[in-house]
């Protein structure tokens, strides 16, 4: 025959077991709130099966502890994912200022070694460069280039210097290095390449004049903060450019982003096959990428394979295995863009106007 008491103690372990279940069915999904609700819904008629004086002890040393433990489960689960929705914040690393050179084009304020710098961003260059005559004005120590760098048209560059510590925005950089450029027409100055900006999520306001840097670890739905619908555009960097797909006059083509560049540029086989003059220019009637349509876009144009003029003959061959660039976004129209770049995902992130 069963005792009153061990039907009490069956009735208080099927309860138990029921809240467990009902607690774990609704952290499934994560919804957490809801799992709270649930723990009290599920709560009361226990409570008033333990009101009964007889209960008391049954509910003190069978239900009591599996509810505690159900409860510590759920916190234990929630606080990390509040943990986790607070990482998700962007680091901000401060803003460079982006203004125009006495040229036309753009550059980025830094400072090397604690002096105030001006250097140029070019998203061609995957490394970061400088001028022979700017390294001996700074006194540049040689050093032993891990690996080469071979442009088209170009010498190849094996030459690197150390710059000392660059602080671009609040983020210090040490060992800042860069390939010698011996041709003066070629660049003068210092220029930053990709491999700095990879370092961080930059973000380009080119209308407000200013590239904001951001700590690379963030999630999806957090990274622009500023609006909240935009559009998402792939790039392909398999050749160390950062190539992403277009539609200039209706025809398919591939641009790079050129926020130092003044103007956008066009190469002569498109300005010919745009009707446009070679020289000095003109509007293409359309242009189109990443879901935006532009018309009446003012374009310049310009050789983008150069001849071999100098160098290595092994460039001639190297030639012919890199993809065309079209047209290089430049200031005027990126100025009419927001935009954040993953390199993770190789994604680029924009609103328009």
């Known amino acids: 025959m069963v005792e009153i008491g061990d039907r009490l103690e069956v009735i208080g372990v099927r309860m138990a077991d029921a809240l467990e279940r009902q607690i774990e069915r ?24 333990v009101c009964r004086p007889e209960c008391l002890k049954l509910f003190k040393h069978i239900v009591a502890p599996r509810i505690a433990a159900a409860v510590l489960s759920l916190c234990a689960i929630t606080l990390p994912l509040q943990a986790k929705a607070q990482d998700c914040r962007l680091v901000s690393f401060g803003e460079v200022p982006l203004s125009q050179a006495p040229d036309g084009n753009g550059q980025l304020a830094v400072t090397l070694n604690g002096k105030p710098e001006a250097i140029s961003l070019d998203f061609d260059k995957p490394y970061s460069r400088i001028s022979r005559a700017k390294a001996k004005e700074l006194n540049a120590p040689r050093v032993v280039a891990t690996i080469g760098l071979t442009e088209l048209g170009h010498d190849d560059h094996s030459e690197a210097v150390s710059l000392g510590t660059l602080r671009i925005g609040t983020a210090d950089i040490g060992d800042f290095q860069a390939f010698v450029y011996d041709n003066p027409k070629d660049f003068a100055g210092v220029g930053l390449g990709i491999n700095v900006l990879r370092k961080f999520l930059p973000e380009f306001d080119v209308k407000q004049g200013v590239v904001r840097l951001f700590g690379k670890q963030h999630c999806a739905d957090k990274l622009v903060y500023w609006a909240p619908e935009y559009l998402a555009l792939k790039y392909n960097d398999a050749d160390g ?113």
């Open 241 to 353: 450019r950062y190539l992403i797909d277009v539609k200039i006059d209706g025809r398919d083509g591939h641009a790079t982003l050129a926020p130092g560049l003044a103007q956008s540029t066009i190469s002569f086989a498109d300005a010919d096959a745009s009707h446009l003059p070679r020289e000095g220019g003109g509007k293409l009637q359309s242009l189109e990428f990443g879901g935006v349509t532009l018309h009446n876009v003012a374009v310049t144009s310009s050789d983008f394979l150069p001849g071999q003029d100098y160098g290595l003959t092994g460039h001639l061959s190297r030639r012919r295995s890199f993809v065309p660039v079209d047209i290089k976004l430049g200031a005027d129209v990126l100025k009419h863009l927001r935009f954040i770049m993953d390199f993770e995902t190789k994604t680029i992130f924009f609103t328009v106007g």
């Open 26 to 49: 609704a952290l499934r999904p994560r919804r957490l709130f809801p799992s709270l609700q649930l723990l009290g819904a599920a709560a009361r008629p226990i409570g008033l099966f």
